[in-house]
């Protein structure tokens, strides 16, 4: 149990209560149900309003009466609410609890199935408004567990952890202080099982009111618990404090030389035998503080959030109607092309968008250029007419006969030379590669003698890759060198 | 501050959009998630303002989720990237790929990919929401947001035949997307293969991009399921864009179911308070019973 596993403390561990807890006759359930029983009946009851007649209500409990159904619903509760504390609020597949559940009460999977349906389905229960004791209301929240529309799948509902918490012991939230208060006096007087089950059951309430923050924070729908939380705020955020505070005590407390020394005695006298260990203690009160500090969180974003929130007043969309109603529109406005884009661009799909990063659009940019020595300007002077040459010159100065014997010997490309030029020119002087192809711009700088002519023409449009990095692009050209006054045949060179 | 594990940080949030400690159900981490996930839940405050600041430059924001979210295992966080509202679009992170997915040729025009697109999108969105009875803001039941490829190809052939039965050669002046998305008449109209096709092309890319994923359901049937990130996208963007889809009437309608609850509560508070009456509330002049 390391803080690797993210939860310091993992409920169920060390043989900590996550079901009902120890009742020497009956189930904690039954203690609920005992005590609404007669209230369903009288839900349920056939008597008319100021009728005369009175009926006794009814002693035969219809079809199974050995309570097989009643059972395994609070098995199934009980199951769904140890995979919820080890896993998440999620679905989970009850196909292996039906296999198992079948067999242990002799029945069929089918049955069990049946109990998870009716679970899953919710009825109306009808009651009438405390406060004027006229005014009707009603509530559906009667569903005890949430199943997928395919397969079995289910998972709690709210209505299913509050009857859980009220067979094991229900109690307000803003007595949750006091409730945690019990973990300082365990410790202090060495009530250590006592300890992990006050602990346990705080800590699924911490999770239960943090998920019901959740649900008012989502669903537009759950005014009656939004007001609730709204109108109680500072009493809520009170008990918030105080739970953070006391717990904080007890971990203190865990520190003292004196409950140490207690609690090891007890896990070396039963403790250990039952899978506990001093890191069981601190883990657990570290999962509380944890668990407080989420929920905490969570509130302060609900008072923050949920009175400005636009969409809580618009409820489930028509998404299929607004689909038909997408085909019939005239593509302009917020049907037209530019606005969907920016739509999605927003909730839609993303990718990365490598078109505005590609290298080519970037090359030469952003490139760092060292600063080269300035070369000295070139001048003229009245009496001397010396002249530096620039590099361009100097280029086809080391290259002309190479450059001239080439053409000699059939046309030359620019193509030609970006490819492979760096191979048989000498480049030393040029800043650039490309700057080889430099007297394809201005062949005359060749110096050619009164014999010569040049011929230039354009071919298709080419893009080359230098292997210096840069790149240009363009029409190639094709330079042939012409002999003038030599015969037809003999007046350009051949390959 | 550790600018090298800052950058990781950085480019594993934009590429996957989502970091899970513990990896959800049906899944195994990706390659480097549990790791960044670790680097994530390290950052101390300077660290964690200083990728907050990365990533708003960027017009994103990084969202935590804890295990009080449904389908995040206990013990397990969460981090997503949303949209920032206000951001510019034009980001690193853009919907160009997308198009080009969804294509079925490569000549296609842009605006026929889009409405091919919107359409898909509007009619999963409507399995993921409205058949569930589910509000936007409900992002915590993505887990109950599910859709398969037959269902999606079912439903887009059925809206596809409604507007054929309307018009079966619509005037791509007037209803080009109509035009666009029945395809014309004979050879160039929209077959059951190029439906196929494009909720193919849809559902991948959704799934590649996060937004959808591909889980085993219980009973052995390959779902898509919505993933949180998308869910909680939608939640964030949705009074900046998904508003436009929204019929004005129902707004309206909603509004003034609003206002009666305001109303009727402000009445029942009155009795116990001497408090004024909203404005709203005299100025409504439907009544309510009270019933949930």
């Not at chain 2, 679009?89 to 026929?112: F, I, N, Y």
């Amino acid at each position: 149990m390391t803080e690797e596993n993210g939860d310091l403390y993992q409920p169920g561990e060390g043989g900590a209560a996550t079901t009902a807890p120890d009742r020497p006759d009956k189930p904690g359930y039954v203690f609920l149900l005992a005590a609404s029983i007669r209230m369903f009946d009288l839900h349920d009851a056939g008597r008319a309003l100021g009728a005369d007649h009175t009926q006794p209500p009814p002693e035969e409990r219809s079809a199974d009466n050995k309570g097989t159904y009643l059972s395994i619903a609070w098995d199934l509760l009980y199951y769904l609410q140890e995979r919820e504390l080890e896993g998440a609020f999620d679905y989970v597949d009850i196909s292996s609890f039906a296999a198992e559940t079948a067999d242990a009460y002799n029945v069929t999977p089918a049955d069990v199935y049946y109990v998870s349906n009716t679970l899953a389905q919710p009825t109306q229960l009808d009651f009438i408004d405390p406060r004027d004791r006229t005014t009707r209301r009603t509530t559906a929240d009667t569903n005890l567990i949430r199943k997928k529309r395919r397969g079995q799948a289910c998972m709690l509902a709210k209505a299913g952890r509050e009857a859980l918490a009220f067979a094991s012991g229900y109690f307000k939230w803003v007595h949750a202080g006091a409730e945690a208060q019990k973990l300082v006096g365990d410790l202090q007087f060495g009530e250590y099982k006592s300890f992990f089950q006050i602990g346990t059951r705080l800590l699924n309430r911490i999770r239960q009111e943090t998920h019901d923050i959740r649900l008012a924070l989502e669903q537009p729908e759950v005014d009656d618990l939004r007001q609730s939380f709204l109108d109680n705020a500072r009493r809520y955020t009170a008990t918030i404090k105080e739970l953070s505070s006391i717990v904080g005590q007890a971990q203190v407390q865990l520190t003292a030389p004196q409950t140490i020394e207690s609690i090891d005695t007890w896990l070396t006298m039963v403790g250990e035998e039952e899978g506990y260990a001093f890191e069981s203690f601190t883990g657990l009160t570290q999962t509380l503080l944890n668990a407080i500090a989420n929920m905490q969180k969570l509130f302060s974003q609900f008072l923050e959030t949920v009175q400005s929130r636009e969409h809580a007043l618009v409820g489930v969309v028509r998404f299929d109607a607004a689909a038909a109603d997408f085909l019939r529109q005239d593509g302009a406005g917020t049907s037209s092309v530019d606005f969907l884009d920016t739509m999605f661009s927003g909730i839609g799909p993303l990718f990365p968008d490598i078109e505005d990063l590609h290298p080519l659009e970037h090359r030469g940019s952003i490139e760092v250029r060292v600063p080269r020595q300035r070369q000295p300007k070139t001048f003229r002077k009245a009496t001397h007419s010396a002249r530096d040459k620039d590099r361009i010159e100097k280029f086809i100065d080391a290259n002309r006969e190479e450059i001239l014997r080439r053409l000699e010997s059939g046309p030359l490309s620019l193509g030609e030379i970006a490819e492979n030029g760096d191979t048989w020119l000498d480049c030393t002087e040029l800043d650039g590669l490309a700057e080889m192809t430099s007297f394809f711009i201005s062949p005359m700088i060749l110096g050619l003698d009164d014999g010569a002519q040049i011929r230039l023409e354009l071919g298709g449009h080419r893009v080359w890759m230098m292997s210096d990095g840069w790149e240009f692009s363009g029409p190639d050209v094709r330079m042939r060198l012409l002999r003038v006054g030599a015969p037809a045949d003999q007046q350009e060179a051949t390959p | 501050m550790k600018y090298e594990q800052i950058a990781q940080l950085q480019a594993f949030l934009l590429r996957h959009r989502s970091c899970y400690l513990k990896p959800p159900r049906g899944r195994r981490h990706r390659r480097d998630e549990y790791e960044v996930a670790q680097l994530l839940r390290a950052l101390d405050e300077r660290e964690r303002e200083a990728l907050d600041g990365l990533m708003a430059g960027m017009g994103f924001e990084l969202h935590e989720f804890d295990d009080t979210m449904d389908g995040i295992p206990r013990g397990g966080v969460v981090w997503v990237v949303l949209r920032a509202p206000d951001a510019p679009r034009e980001t690193l992170l853009g919907t160009t790929p997308v198009w080009q997915r969804l294509s079925l040729r490569s000549d296609e025009p842009k605006a026929t990919t889009v409405y091919w697109f919107t359409f898909l999108w509007m009619l999963t969105m409507s399995f993921l929401y409205e058949r569930i009875s589910r509000p936007v803001s409900a992002v915590s039941d993505y887990i109950s947001a599910e859709v398969t490829r037959e269902e999606l190809e079912a439903k887009t052939s059925e809206r596809l035949e409604e507007m054929r039965l309307e018009t079966s050669e619509p005037d791509p002046q007037a209803l080009p997307i109509a035009a666009a998305l029945l395809g014309g008449s004979g050879r160039n109209a929209t077959t059951t293969a190029n439906i196929r096709k494009r909720v193919g092309h849809f559902l991948d890319a959704m799934d590649d991009a996060g937004m959808l994923e591909l889980v085993r359901s219980e009973d052995g049937e390959t779902v898509y399921r919505q993933t949180l990130l998308c869910a909680a996208q939608i939640n964030e963007l949705f009074s900046q864009d998904l508003i436009h889809v929204v019929e004005p009437e129902q707004i309206e309608g909603e509004m003034n179911r609003f206002l009666s609850a305001n109303r009727s509560r402000a009445a029942n508070n009155s009795a116990d308070a001497d408090t004024p009456q909203a404005p709203e509330a005299r100025e409504t002049e439907d009544e309510t019973d009270g019933t949930d």
